[in-house]
């Protein structure tokens, strides 16, 4: 099992910045792919930005691609998402998530992959 807990949520001015971040527990951190997603009152759940398990890799949505950067730290098992230049449309509850795979692929941007969910947290951007 992996446990994981995000948290540097909150309510911010369009044009600034937030970091969130996960903290996993469990297992070996560097074993699991992690992403980040995002789910808007009344749409669908949306990948955000993914990293590989070797911090070499990233992927990320157009929409946040050159605003928002996926970073870990495999010493402190943190993943951390910093978000840029923030747009009232970024607001949502944020999710960080695990899965099992090969330590230098490609993490997959593929909701339904991932194992393990965090609780979520909430970035409001005001305009």
């Known amino acids: 099992q992996v446990q994981l807990v995000e948290s540097g949520g909150g309510l911010v001015q369009a044009g600034g910045s937030l970091r969130l971040s996960c903290e996993a527990s469990g297992r070996t951190f560097s074993n699991y792919a992690m992403g980040w997603f995002r789910q808007a009152p009344g749409k669908e759940r949306e990948f955000v930005a993914a990293?590989?398990?070797?911090?070499?890799?990233?992927v990320y949505a157009d929409s946040v691609k050159d605003r928002f950067t996926i970073s870990r730290d495999n010493g402190k098992n943190t993943v951390y998402l910093q978000m840029n230049n923030l747009k009232p449309e970024d607001t949502a509850v944020y999710y960080c998530?695990?899965?099992?795979?090969?330590?230098?692929?490609?993490?997959?941007?593929?909701?339904?992959?991932?194992?393990?969910w965090g609780q979520g947290t909430q970035v409001t951007v005001s305009s």
């Open positions: 990293i590989s398990g070797s911090g070499r890799s990233a």
């Open positions: 998530a695990a899965v099992n795979w090969p330590i230098s692929s490609k993490a997959p941007t593929y909701g339904k992959l991932y194992q393990y």
